[in-house]
Nanobody, 125 residues
Framework: VQLQASGGGLVQAGGSLRLSCAASGRTFSSYNVGWFRQAPGKEREVVAHINWSGSNTLYAESVKGRFTISRDNAKNTVYLQMNSLKPGDTAVYYC???????????????????WGQGTLVTVSS
């Protein structure tokens, strides 16, 4: 599966953005998807995760209550709605996919075999 992330940009603190992760190739509903982010000088970290059907979601503590992950399998797309953005949310955001039958840890980047190219989110104070 090929992934393409989009929707990043510059926003003021308190604002909102919606990121999209569009998939092509194999059946998208065969994959669980995560959003990760990487700030300059920091390690890549998980932001949110959604299972193949959209019935189960997980979030990093730092974004709970502010970010919402969702998916539309008919459109082969996963979304990350980001509200109440903070300067600390500034990073390159990546979407990643793993086959739904795999055994893996949702928060570990190494668990995910397929990655999009990343989209930059900059939050100004």
């Amino acid at each position: 599966v090929q992934l393409q992330a989009s929707g990043g940009g510059l926003v003021q603190a308190g604002g909102s953005l919606r990121l999209s992760c569009a998939a092509s190739g194999r059946t998208f509903s065969s994959y669980n998807v995560g959003w990760f982010r990487q700030a300059p000088g920091k390690e890549r970290e998980v932001v949110a995760h959604i299972n193949w059907s959209g019935s189960n979601t997980l979030y990093a503590e730092s974004v709970k209550g502010r970010f919402t992950i969702s998916r539309d399998n008919a459109k082969n797309t996963v979304y990350l709605q980001m509200n109440s953005l903070k300067p600390g949310d500034t990073a390159v955001y990546y979407c990643a996919a793993v086959s739904r039958g795999s055994a893996y840890y949702w928060a570990a980047p190494s668990s995910f075999a397929y990655w999009g190219q990343g989209t930059l989110v900059t939050v100004s104070s």
